[in-house]
């Protein structure tokens, strides 16, 4: 969730703006999902049934403490933060928005306590950004319901603290990239949003984000990964210095397009910035790079394992496991094997979710993002130290990639042993990871248990194929922080 508070002083024009078309027509429907009172007492009325709203008397509902305040007031009185969520995280219903508008403001401590009043506060809801992201408007008027003046500090970075709270509690993704210095995860724009919702699939970048992450997974070289990402199906180009043609200093990777149509081709950076070059080559920083011509040449065979083969893989990687799971509470909190493990255990789920979600959506997917995200590296931090436990994670993402993909229903309930195992992997590590405020590893930890209980249909669990190649189809959780009323600040900070 990502909040945005801008400040402002005219309330009804904030309400004119949010109840009106938007800037591209996207304001549709406007409505109040929550507010200071009962929503039907403050819902305005449309006037004549058109287009336009009676906004007059909301706006001095909510001007009304601050009018009280007088010249004590805070100049810019409305606070206004809109929540939004990240394109691939969906939708969410009225209700639940106004509970989650109505904790959020409460954490920000703008509905007072025992010891003083609340602030006068809406919550808007109208539709999807220009970018297809669901969000809420909040608007606060910076002054308490007895007319004392409202002084914020820091409000911004204790709105994504808040926010933090509140996906914990939702069960929310973990999608804000670069809290703590860690590598950026791009957005996604609006035309991959309509094109993923055209195609039923998750957007290019999500997938190709997950399979080359999985590919990763117990790599022993750049060029084994590079064999990996070939044989799983993507298009793998590398980009090569100018001064050198056969030197590569970055790559890019596409899904295979169905039919005669074109491919569409993300750098490394672009889908995640753990994935650039740079950041993967720091998992091997002795070993000598392949040429470019060795990563044109670099291949892998597809898996050619039989049905009793598969199975018998797929029961031993649920007992390792389960053995791993356990053995996890060996690693202490602040263990140098931590970053190793995290990252180790990302690279399962996410070659998990590439067999067992093959349109990207679900809660294995989602549960590797946020995963994902817990487990990226600061910009600027070393490999990883050696660890046992991070080994082996990787030859069970090994043992998987050789696997495959289950074939029938009987495939796909012994593969669901191993969902399930990843998934009590995912809850051990996010247990012992809460004494590090480690709240991605939580978020994950919260949508894994959504498949523990029922086996996923065939074509869940099966990659879409043409000539066996996967290809696109044709279509720190913080306590309550609160703003405190300060007259002895300078008015004029605002």
């Known amino acids: 969730m990502i909040p945005k508070v801008t400040y402002g002083t005219d309330v009804t024009g904030l309400l004119k703006y949010l109840f009106g078309p938007g800037k591209a027509e996207e304001h549709v429907n406007p409505h109040l999902v929550a507010g200071y009172d009962d929503v039907a007492l403050l819902a305005p009325k449309q006037r004549d049934g058109g287009g336009k709203w009676s906004l007059g008397e ?21 606070w206004q933060c809109s929540l939004s969520l990240p394109a691939q995280e969906g939708q969410l219903d009225d209700a639940t928005w106004g509970r989650i508008a109505g904790r959020f403001v409460a954490e920000m401590g703008f509905t007072g306590d025992a010891e003083r009043a609340g602030c006068r506060w809406v919550a808007v809801r109208h539709g999807l950004s220009a970018n297809g992201n669901d969000h809420v408007h909040l608007v606060v008027t910076l002054a308490t319901e007895d007319g004392a003046p409202v002084w914020l500090r820091q409000d911004k970075r204790r709105s994504q603290q808040v926010a933090d709270l509140i996906e914990d509690e939702f069960g929310l993704g973990k999608w804000t990239p670069g809290r703590a210095g860690a ?28 399979q080359v992450r999985a590919a990763l997974a117990g790599a022993d070289s750049e060029a084994e990964w590079v064999a990996r990402m070939k044989g799983t199906g993507l298009l793998v180009a590398a980009r090569t210095a100018a001064e050198d043609p056969n030197q590569v200093v970055g790559y890019a990777v ?14 490394g950076r672009s889908l995640d910035g753990d994935l650039s070059l740079p950041q993967v080559r720091k998992r091997w920083p002795e070993a000598q790079r392949p040429s470019a011509e060795q990563w044109k040449a670099a291949d892998s065979a597809e898996s050619s394992l039989r049905s009793e083969d598969r199975m018998a893989v797929w029961r031993s990687s649920a007992a390792m496991l389960e ?40 809660p294995v997917s989602r549960a590797a993002d946020a995963l994902a995200r817990a487990a990226a590296p600061p910009r600027r931090a070393p490999a990883p130290a050696a660890s046992s436990v991070a080994r082996e994670l990787g030859r069970v993402a090994d043992a998987l990639l050789a696997a495959g993909h289950a074939r029938d229903g009987g ?41 523990q209980s029922s086996t996923p249909p065939v074509d869940q669990v099966h990659v879409p194929t043409q000539n066996g190649v996967p290809q696109r189809p044709a279509h720190t959780v913080p306590g309550p922080v609160r703003p405190r009323v300060d007259p002895s600040v300078d008015r004029d900070a605002r």
């Open 323 to 362: 053995d791993v799971a356990g053995r996890l509470a060996g690693v202490a909190p602040g263990s140098p094997q931590w970053p190793a493990v995290a990252r180790a255990s990302a690279e399962l789920l996410a070659r998990v979710a590439a067999a067992t979600e093959a349109s990207g959506h679900g």
């Open 58 to 78: 909301l706006g001095a509902r909510l001007k009304a403490p601050q009018i009280a305040a007088g010249e004590r007031g805070v100049k810019q009185y409305v």
């Open 254 to 267: 596409a899904l295979r397009p169905a039919g005669v149509g074109k491919p569409t081709w993300y750098a």
């Open 411 to 451: 495939e796909a309930a012994v593969l669901l042993a191993v969902v399930v195992q990843a998934a009590r992997l995912v809850v051990a590590l996010a247990e012992l990871r809460a004494a590090q405020q480690q709240a991605h590893a939580a978020a994950a930890a919260h949508l894994m248990p959504l498949l």
């Open 183 to 210: 590598t950026k995860r791009p957005e996604l724009g609006r035309p991959e949003v309509d094109r993923a919702r055209r195609s039923g699939q998750a957007p290019d970048r999500e997938l190709l984000r997950r």
